[in-house]
């Protein structure tokens, strides 16, 4: 008993720095959206379930015991979170953060009012925590989901340039840790969530994997340069470019046709100097 115990505070420790390293990893994105002055694709949806998600658990903490793990990171994945959201707020145009408050109104306002208020006046003891424990679990499944309207935009447009790929992998590493900790626990409510988060994390990767070598070949064709109507352009100090086949067929063409044209002109000439010779002599027989 004793063994497997500090096997859990093994993982939780280590289940705290990966989830450290998870709530630091969307940096370079928001970084981005400060380059850039928008937000362009990126979504607020996982930000805004993180942020109720920890929430949830800090409360399910307080009604257990020994998870003072849980605690510690839950509080700094609140404090994140809320610069993340605040920061998406300022640079996202007016419907995304319409949208982004009416999230936040019914999630965090709504959503974590009505846990607590039902939890305390309805429930008493063991069975207050088992309740707030399946929301967590239910909530907890919603932070694994919510980056799949990412993975939909990726199919949809073949892309992986909004697809933060640094969250997908710590949320992978995350979720193999909190799962041995759980199970260590015996918390079903902890370790149950972190198996679909872990599969759903492997398919984040392989699907960039897949669009991300998909994406670098688009790049490459596009970049090839096209060679129409190809214009030589001879220097005296410069020694003359070799020729392709297809160039000197062009020049032998253009010959032709330049021969031709002198040719059709010679003989157009030459007949109006007949015909001028011929109209002095017409002249003098009606004379």
């Not at 705290?16 to 990126?42: A, D, M, Q, R, W």
């Not at 959201?85 to 936040?104: D, E, I, N, Q, S």
């Amino acid at each position: 008993m004793a063994i497997s115990g500090h096997w859990a505070f093994a993982f939780g420790v280590l289940g705290n720095i990966i989830s450290f390293i998870v709530f630091l990893s969307p940096i370079p994105t928001f970084y981005k959206i400060h380059k850039k002055k928008s937000t362009e694709g990126y979504q607020s949806i996982p930000y805004v379930i993180a942020l109720f998600s920890s929430m949830l658990w800090i409360y399910y903490a307080f009604l257990k015991t020994n998870t003072t793990l849980l605690i510690s990171i839950n509080s700094f994945g609140v404090f994140i979170e809320t610069i993340y959201v605040g920061f998406y707020l300022y640079y996202a145009p007016k419907k995304a953060r319409v949208h982004t408050v009416k999230m936040l109104l019914l999630t965090v306002v709504g959503g974590f009012g009505a846990v607590i208020l039902v939890t305390q006046f309805l429930f008493k003891g063991a069975a207050r925590g088992q309740v707030v424990g399946w929301i967590c679990l239910i909530f907890s499944l919603c932070v694994f989901v919510a980056p799949l309207c990412i993975v939909r935009q990726v199919i949809k447009t073949k892309s992986v340039e909004y697809m933060p790929i640094l969250l997908s992998v710590f949320l992978t590493l995350s979720a193999i840790a909190w799962f041995f900790y759980g199970l260590l626990l015996k918390d079903v409510n902890i370790a149950a969530p972190n198996i679909l988060g872990f599969i759903f994390g492997i398919l984040q990767m392989v699907l960039y994997a897949m669009y991300r070598k998909k994406e670098k070949t688009i790049v490459k064709e596009q970049n090839l340069p096209e060679l129409q109507n190809p214009v030589i352009i001879l220097d005296d100090n410069k020694k003359i470019p070799e020729l392709t086949e297809e160039q000197i067929i062009d020049i032998v063409k253009l010959g032709k046709l330049v021969c031709s044209g002198k040719i059709q002109m010679a003989s157009t000439m030459n007949q109006n100097a007949a015909k001028e010779e011929k109209l002095p002599n017409l002249q003098t027989v009606e004379a």
